[in-house]
């Protein structure tokens, strides 16, 4: 257990770390254009993501501008993050207060030295933990939805453009999210996993243990002909979603494919990516579609292997400390690519939260 005083001496040390952060952030975000030229020249892909904030990106939007080698669209847009960027870079000061006891205080940390902005935390033993323990499941303040929510609307979403029917495996910890899998054109059918062998269960929900009795039933009749016999899974059912485990996955989805092969369309919940220590592990589900956003396929592309785990708890803390800076320092409205999704600012309201389902193959990790 950590005694009163152990974490007091934390927050000192804290504060002080923070304190020497705040009074050379006007160094840092001049001084680090320099370092971050040597290491890589960020685009328009790095600025849009919003994860850090440096005087020289004013310049690299200001010659994208200048070119007009773009679409209108594009040009207003460009246009927009280049005023949200002048805002957020004109400020001197941020000031973000948490519980002494918030979770995920460190890594928040990290992430002001990662946004190069003049951050300061304050720490008030009264202030309700605005962060939940459980960042994929609860909803972060200034979000509309939690990042399950947003997942499952993707999959909805997806579903609805292919008609059929379609069939739904969970697991009994996601029993509650099963009822909001809707489909505008199709019928839904749900079948709990209630068994430790995978293949049984695949060849019971695909139907094609109802095949192999019909075929015995057949050959009992005529014993003494022979007959040629290939057992075929279920025709009715187009798209096969599935909320489980994440160790689950692995296994259900070969088990799956050698009944019904490329027959169907298979589509991860996002609990698929919780557990993914390594990102090659998402050869495991190739194939199928995975909510995971364009800047975590890009980041794959660029850096290869990573914690998709910790990445995406790195991108649900961005998230929710850009938009306290978006708050300070007036921003009206942003569209940015981020690391959860697309996230959609409105100073009048929650951030809305986009997740794009991609489908999993060998190209995600081309460079």
């Keep these: 257990m950590i005694s009163k005083k152990n974490k007091y001496i934390k927050h000192v040390l804290t504060l002080l770390i923070l304190s020497s952060c705040s009074t050379t952030s006007e160094n840092l975000i001049t001084s680090s254009n320099?370092?971050?030229?040597?290491?890589?020249?960020?685009?328009?892909?790095?600025?849009?993501?919003y994860d850090a904030f440096f005087l020289n990106d004013l310049e690299i939007l200001k010659q994208i501008i200048d070119n007009q080698r773009i679409s209108q669209s594009a040009l207003g847009d460009i246009k927009l993050l280049k005023k949200n960027y002048q805002k957020i870079l004109k400020k001197?000061?941020?000031?973000i207060k948490l519980n002494p006891d918030q979770e995920y205080s460190e890594e928040l940390i990290k992430l002001i030295y990662q946004f190069n902005l003049p951050i300061n935390i304050s720490w008030d033993e009264n202030k309700p933990n605005v962060i939940p323990e459980d960042l994929f499941i609860k909803k972060i303040d200034g979000f509309c939805n939690s990042l399950y929510d947003d997942s499952i609307s993707s999959i909805n979403e997806e579903i609805s453009k292919i008609p059929g029917s379609i069939l739904v495996i969970y697991s009994d910890q996601y029993a509650s999210i099963v009822q909001k899998i809707q489909s505008v054109n199709s019928k839904i059918y749900t079948v709990n996993y209630d068994s430790s062998n995978f293949q049984e269960f695949s060849s019971r929900v695909l139907g094609i243990d109802l095949s192999e009795r019909r075929f015995k039933r057949i050959s009992n009749l005529n014993p003494n002909q022979i007959m040629n016999f290939n057992p075929r899974s279920r025709s009715d059912?187009?798209?096969i979603v599935m909320l489980l485990r994440p160790q689950e996955f692995k296994a259900m989805i070969p088990a799956l494919r050698y009944h019904g092969g490329n027959k169907f369309k298979y589509i991860n919940?996002?609990?698929?990516?919780?557990?993914?220590n390594n990102s090659l592990e998402l050869l495991d589900y190739e194939d199928s579609h995975v909510p995971i956003s364009f800047f975590l396929s890009r980041k794959i592309q660029n850096e290869g292997t990573i914690s998709i785990e910790e990445f995406l708890k790195y991108g649900i803390l961005s998230d929710w400390l850009l938009d306290q800076v978006f708050k300070q320092a007036g921003v009206q409205?942003?569209?940015?690519?981020?690391?959860?999704?697309?996230?959609f600012y409105d100073q009048n309201s929650c951030n809305r939260r986009e997740i794009p389902l991609q489908k999993i193959s060998s190209n995600l990790f081309a460079t």
């Design 34 to 49: 320099e370092s971050i030229s040597k290491d890589y020249e960020r685009d328009l892909g790095d600025i849009n993501a």
């Design 92 to 95: 001197n000061k941020y000031q």
């Design 237 to 239: 059912v187009k798209q």
């Design 269 to 276: 919940f996002v609990s698929s990516l919780e557990g993914l």
């Design 333 to 343: 409205s942003a569209k940015r690519n981020g690391a959860t999704g697309i996230i």
